[in-house]
């Protein structure tokens, strides 16, 4: 059974960072396809950043340079590192876990982004 735990979302002003952990259990985040994505409220799922099971990343234009997606092994957990935000970034972020043919989705973190 494949369980997903965002956490770190709050308010943060302009300009400012926060992290983003998804605490995964049932697999091993190493071995399979993780990301985020967001959502506000009355717009369809919107993808952030996703990290394949090789290492390799990929990010959404409006999050480059300035999101950063990571993961531990050992503490088989995803992070996404959040940079000079926007109020534009404001949304619920949600992770995934790729296990073929199944995508699981955490429950989702809040983030704030307001002077």
């Known amino acids: 059974h494949v369980q997903l735990v965002e956490s770190g979302g709050g308010l943060v002003q302009p300009g400012g960072s926060l992290r983003l952990s998804c605490a995964v259990s049932g697999r091993n985040v190493s071995d399979n396809t993780m990301g985020w994505y967001r959502q506000t409220p009355g717009k369809p799922r919107e993808f952030v950043a996703i990290?394949?099971?090789?290492?390799?990343?990929n990010y959404a234009d409006s999050v480059k340079g300035r999101f950063t997606i990571s993961r531990d092994n050992t503490k088989n957990t995803v992070y996404l590192q959040m940079n000079t935000l926007k109020p534009a970034d404001t949304a619920v972020y949600y992770c995934h876990a790729d296990v073929t043919p199944e995508r699981y989705w955490g429950q989702g973190t809040r983030v704030t982004v307001a002077p």
């Open positions: 990290i394949f099971s090789h290492g390799g990343t």
